[in-house]
């Protein structure tokens, strides 16, 4: 079992930054692939951004590419997501993901938190 807590959420003006982090533990993390989604009010849960357990393969939405940065720390059972130049359509509430030995970073995953709400203003 892993559990998964995501902070950092906030409100933000568009062009600004915020960095959110997930708390991880259960289980090995360094064996654990990891992943942010977001939804928002209406619409689909999309993928934002993924990172492969092995081999360090990552993948970023079409929608954030260029803006928004995964990282973990092993050593510490944390994931982050680096938000930069945040525009309005970024407002959603955020989801950390995890699942033991995933092969594929943009879906599958089996352990979700509870999210955290990314409000962006114009």
């Known amino acids: 079992q892993v559990q998964l807590v995501e902070s950092g959420g906030g409100l933000v003006q568009a062009g600004g930054s915020l960095r959110l982090s997930c708390a991880a533990s259960?289980?090995?993390?360094?064996?654990?692939?990891v992943g942010w989604f977001r939804q928002a009010p209406g619409k689909d849960r999309e993928f934002v951004a993924g990172n492969r357990w092995s081999g360090g393969t990552t993948e970023y939405g079409e929608s954030v590419k260029g803006r928004f940065t995964i990282s973990r720390e092993n050593a510490k059972n944390m994931v982050y997501l680096q938000m930069n130049s945040l525009k309005p359509e970024d407002t959603a509430v955020y989801y950390c993901a995890g699942v033991l030995n995933g092969s594929s970073v943009r879906r599958d995953y089996k352990y979700w938190g509870q999210g955290t709400q990314v409000t962006v203003s114009s």
């Open positions: 259960g289980r090995t993390f360094s064996s654990i692939s």
